[in-house]
């Protein structure tokens, strides 16, 4: 992938159904072969990234997901995130839900990247790993720990260190 630091993709996703029943209708338009959306009758912005309605989320992963994660497996730093209003559609893109019951199809990004970067680490048997894994919500200031409901909000600090790491004192959950 060029070395661009940040990339944006947008995804429009469909009409849920209590819309369609409220005659709701959809006012972004994908310019086909562009990555263009176009809002209302002619306002155009241009990104990385689109995904229209009736994009997959395999499409997404492949697209924009995958070449992160190898660039991670090398041993880059990478972030994703997920960005939009309540509702647009980010917990199902990053497919954190219900991931043990959702079919592998619907699976979003978490799943098919943990996939991969144990696929990997499997096809290294001469190398030692260690993965660590927190899962923290922030709402309003305050800081959960959803891996262990038990842990104390107090607990839990996100520093940054001399070298611009998070993490470092942040609550582990091996
Ligand atoms: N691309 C998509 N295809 C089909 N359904 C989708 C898509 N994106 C979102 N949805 C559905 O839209 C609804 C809202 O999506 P989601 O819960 O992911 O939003 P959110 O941005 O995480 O909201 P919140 O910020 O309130 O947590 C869910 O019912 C989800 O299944």
Do not use: W
Request: proline share 3%; with cysteine; net charge negative.
């Amino acid at each position: 992938m060029e070395e661009i630091p940040v990339r944006v993709a947008v995804r429009v996703r469909p009409l849920l159904p209590k819309e369609i029943l409220r005659h709701q209708h959809v006012c972004v338009r994908v310019v086909p072969n562009t990555q263009q959306v176009i809002i209302g009758k002619d306002r155009a912005f241009t990104f990385d990234f689109v995904f229209g309605q009736k994009s997959a989320q395999d499409q997404v992963y492949a697209t924009c997901i995958k070449p992160l994660v190898s660039s991670f497996i090398e041993g880059y730093n990478v972030t994703i995130f997920a960005y939009g209003q309540t509702g647009s559609g980010k917990t199902y893109t990053l497919g954190g839900g219900h991931v043990v019951s959702t079919a592998d199809e619907e699976k979003g990004i978490i799943p098919r990247a943990i996939n991969e970067i144990f696929q990997s680490i499997s096809e290294h048997q001469n190398t030692e790993f260690t993965v660590k894994v927190s899962y923290i919500e922030v709402y309003k200031e305050e800081l959960r720990d959803l891996l262990g409901h038990e842990t104390s909000s107090k607990d839990i600090h996100i520093r940054e260190d001399e070298k611009g790491n998070t993490g470092k004192n942040i609550l582990y959950i091996f």
